[in-house]
């Protein structure tokens, strides 16, 4: 079982920018990490967890929260607000009979279709696209 460390997660920037994500603590036998930002309302979120099934499943799911803050002056006082948030939430359910080469496998061809590269599915994730 891996102890909470600090996560890294890369951007997509013209200059890409590595994220650190540091733990909070864990839920349950998951972690929960937060990338610190000037006010506590625009942290960014990252959470693992993973949990058992009574049928024996293995099933971990990710989320990752990106608030964007903005200033906002009211009679002459400035407060941060959250304008917007994007969220991701990735689920993953493995039989109990599934062999390590499986779950790679899994993990693999997720991780290449959310890359850059991969055309139609980075067109309707990233670019908004619809699918014709």
Known sequence: ???LANVIL???AGTPVNHTFTPLGRDGDGG???KAASSPLGDYRLTVTPRLTP???????IS?????LVTETVN???????AR????K???DFDSQSTLQERKDLIGMIYTALAAGTGQINSVLADGEMVW
Not at 76 to 82: Q, T
Not at 85 to 88: E, G, H
């Open 10 to 12: 890369t951007d997509r």
């Open 76 to 82: 002459g006082v400035n407060n941060y607000v959250v």
């Open 55 to 61: 049928g024996g499943r293995r099933k971990v799911d």
């Open 64 to 68: 990752l929260s990106l608030p964007v």
């Open 85 to 88: 948030t994007s969220r991701a």
């Open 90 to 92: 990735v689920s993953f």
């Open 32 to 34: 929960r990490y937060f």
């Open 1 to 3: 079982m891996p102890a």
